[in-house]
């Protein structure tokens, strides 16, 4: 069951894509006062050391980050992203990478509320030593009182089970993250589910699923059947950064971010930066990425191709 660690992956085309996409939703929840909940299903340890043994196996860092930390012509809403990791390595060599609870804590508010759920025994243990770390630093520079307590909650929890809880949030504003390792195929499920249940409790939500493109049919279908679930509107990005290979042959070429109820602002800037990505990340010509966007009942197609 707990075989999947996310520490292997980290810093790859697919945390690129997932965490640019997330911290750009907050920083659009962040242009109005009125606080709002971060909610991260599946929250992995929240950073990653990429000389340690895990992130070194196969350096996929080299996939995203890697090649993005020396380019100098970064599109403005990706260099955001690339910069809060530039903050986490003062000393200009990269050696840590932020997890999804990391970029919320640090873009989020004092006012706004960050749960996260992890399952992995080792894994909630580093996400809350993490967290403890950063409000020991938050401390000694006397910028924030305190990280945890009321604005961040970790638990050692089921992040489906526990989404329902918290839904509506009091401020009526919230993002919520769903990020599974979709190793085990009921992932794919457990997340349209949890999805179809959250928009009852909460329609006005806007939520952000990151998926894999796998040969497996379950990977194949998920975008459709995410498309039929009752939002107001979707939006589906997916970067492949080369030609398409049997699974597990030669790591994955190519994920998806699938937010339902996204801001108005995020398909502009993505059709100014996946371009971009693209052509930074590209490892052959079947470098590409595909944006669309629809209502449940008209998916109207809008799709770039490098
Ligand atoms: N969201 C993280 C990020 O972007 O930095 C990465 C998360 S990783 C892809 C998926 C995590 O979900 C793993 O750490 C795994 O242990 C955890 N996990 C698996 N099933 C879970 C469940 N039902 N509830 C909460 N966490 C779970």
Do not use: C
Request: no cysteine.
């Amino acid at each position: 069951m707990f075989s999947y660690r996310h520490a292997f992956h980290a810093g790859n085309h697919a945390d690129v894509l997932k965490h640019f996409i997330t911290l750009q939703l907050l920083q659009y929840l962040n242009q109005k006062d009125t606080a709002y909940s971060y909610i991260d299903t599946h929250s992995g340890a929240g950073v990653y050391e990429l000389d340690g043994n895990f992130a070194s196996k196969n350096a996929e860092y080299e996939t995203g980050i890697g090649p993005l930390w020396k380019l100098d012509d970064v599109p403005a809403p990706l260099k955001e992203y690339v910069d809060l990791i530039k903050a986490m390595n003062p000393s200009g060599k990269m050696r840590y990478y932020p997890g999804s609870p990391y970029i919320a804590e640090q873009v989020a508010r004092e006012q706004d509320r960050l749960r996260l759920f992890e399952l992995h025994p080792a894994d909630v243990r580093l996400l809350a030593d993490n967290f403890r770390k950063l409000e020991e630093h938050a401390a000694a520079q006397g910028i924030r009182p305190t990280v945890r307590g009321k604005r961040v909650i970790i638990a050692k929890s089921d992040g489906f089970a526990s989404l329902k809880a918290l839904l509506p949030p009091p401020s009526r504003r919230a993002l919520v993250l769903i990020d599974p390792p979709y190793e085990d195929k009921q992932d794919y499920k457990k997340t349209k589910d949890a999805l179809d249940d959250a928009l009852k409790r909460f329609p006005g939500g806007t939520y952000a699923v990151w998926y894999p493109l796998l040969q497996r049919i379950e990977s194949r279908n998920f975008a459709e059947k995410l498309k039929q679930l009752p939002a107001s509107d979707w939006l589906n990005v997916v970067l492949t950064i080369k030609k398409p290979m049997p699974d597990g042959v030669d790591g994955l070429h190519s994920s998806g971010m699938f937010i339902l109820n996204p801001p108005y602002t995020l398909e502009p800037m993505l059709k100014q930066v996946m371009p971009w990505l693209v052509k930074a990340l590209a490892k052959d010509s079947g470098a590409r990425f595909t944006l669309e966007s629809g209502t449940p009942a008209t998916a109207a197609r809008n799709t770039g191709e490098r």
